[in-house]
């Protein structure tokens, strides 16, 4: 059974606001940070209404979920206090997420910074070794996750990610994190040609050790080393592309989680668009949101066609022209799904609806075949 969820959040009442959360979006798993990624202060594990938030997990059927950890974690780093820093709170997260009953913490493996990818390598096995072998107690393991290639980020073939493998010493609990947007930005064709990507992931890694996918769509083309996420269908991957992966034999056992950006004309008044993106990759947006929602969409694609918009060359033009020239993205800056949203709102297509709203049934038009 495939189990979409998202990134949500623990604070206020940890598992139990997690858990409320992701319920609210009609997820099957979850992801979240047991405590803010960018520092490295902490409330105690045992007061962050774990069994209140199993209870509501189980009440809405969610299982498997992953905990992230912090981004300020380099185990990459030439510098000793930075390092051991990276060794000593990875420990303390792996029993924060030992004591939840997770199963897998995904990590960024590291940057080499001043040195080179030679030097990453070997530094992230030598900390993997030693965080692995403070924790060899916990039944947790390290999903080391696909990264972009972005700057001196290492893990952005899957050489790399098997290279750090090969060389910590005792790897059982060493599994892998397949984000979607980062492998697409670091130049494999998962749009047309998944299955040889993961043909060429089990050859070098190996799909035993796939254990968290990353939904994410990207802002950039295959193989610009950016990392930039875009919401499902509005990016260059397409929702075609990401719901053949998700119902693709070889992936569709493991928690996928959606990292998508949150959208909104204020951004202090953001909304995710999670809940459309899982009903939609799942095929269940009419028993999520009702045959109106389906009509909504038809009106919507209605006034598209009559301004001859096509949805994949919409957003990939637009993507493109805000890359390549900047002067026209300095005079407007909007991203597809926001342009859109614009125009449907200026010709009252679907005036009764909040913007929330609205863009769920965008974010549904977008995944729509054909016009």
């Not at 959360?21 to 099957?28: D, L, P, Q, V, W």
């Not at 060794?87 to 009953?101: A, K």
């Not at 342009?339 to 709203?357: I, N």
């Amino acid at each position: 059974m495939v189990k979409i969820g998202s990134h949500v959040s623990f604070s206020n009442k940890g598992l139990l606001n997690a858990a409320n959360e992701a319920a609210g979006y009609g997820s099957g798993t979850f992801m979240f940070y047991t405590g803010a990624p960018q520092n490295t202060r902490r409330k105690p594990i045992e007061e962050q209404f774990i069994e209140e938030g199993k209870a509501v997990m189980a009440e809405h059927d969610m299982g498997e979920i992953v905990v992230h950890a912090p981004y300020i974690i380099n185990l990459g780093s030439y510098k000793s206090n930075t390092f051991q820093l990276a060794v000593d709170f990875l420990q303390e997260e792996i029993r924060r997420t030992d004591y939840v009953g997770v199963r897998n913490i995904v990590l960024h493996p590291g940057a080499y910074t001043d040195k080179d990818a030679e030097f990453g390598i070997a530094r992230i096995a030598e900390g993997l070794n030693e965080v692995l072998a403070g924790t060899d107690s916990s039944g947790v393991s390290i999903a080391l996750e696909t990264m972009a290639g972005k700057g001196t980020e290492i893990g952005r073939s899957f050489e790399e990610i098997a290279a750090i493998m090969d060389k910590v010493e005792d790897n059982s609990r060493l599994t892998v994190c397949f984000d979607t947007c980062h492998v697409h930005d670091a130049g494999y064709d998962i749009i047309d040609d998944f299955d040889g990507v993961i043909e060429q992931f089990d050859r070098i890694v190996g799909l035993d050790r796939l254990a968290v996918l990353h939904l994410n769509d990207s802002k950039n083309p295959r193989g610009a080393g950016k990392d930039r996420h875009a919401p499902v269908g509005s990016g260059w991957i397409g929702f075609d592309a990401m719901q053949r992966i998700v119902h693709h034999d070889a992936v569709k056992h493991v928690p996928m989680i959606l990292e998508t950006p949150w959208i909104g004309k204020d951004a202090k008044k953001q909304r995710p668009m999670y809940a459309a993106e899982i009903a939609l990759l799942l095929g269940e947006e009419e028993k999520r949101f009702g045959s109106a929602f389906l009509e909504d969409i038809e009106r919507l694609a209605h006034f598209f066609r009559k301004e001859e918009i096509d949805r994949r060359a919409y957003v990939l033009d637009t993507w493109t022209m805000l890359k390549s020239d900047a002067k026209a993205r300095k005079a407007d800056p909007r991203e597809p799904i926001e342009r859109l949203y614009d125009m449907a709102v200026e010709h009252r297509v679907l005036p009764d609806l909040s913007e929330e709203e609205l863009n769920h049934r965008l974010t549904a038009w977008l995944a729509r075949s054909g016009q």
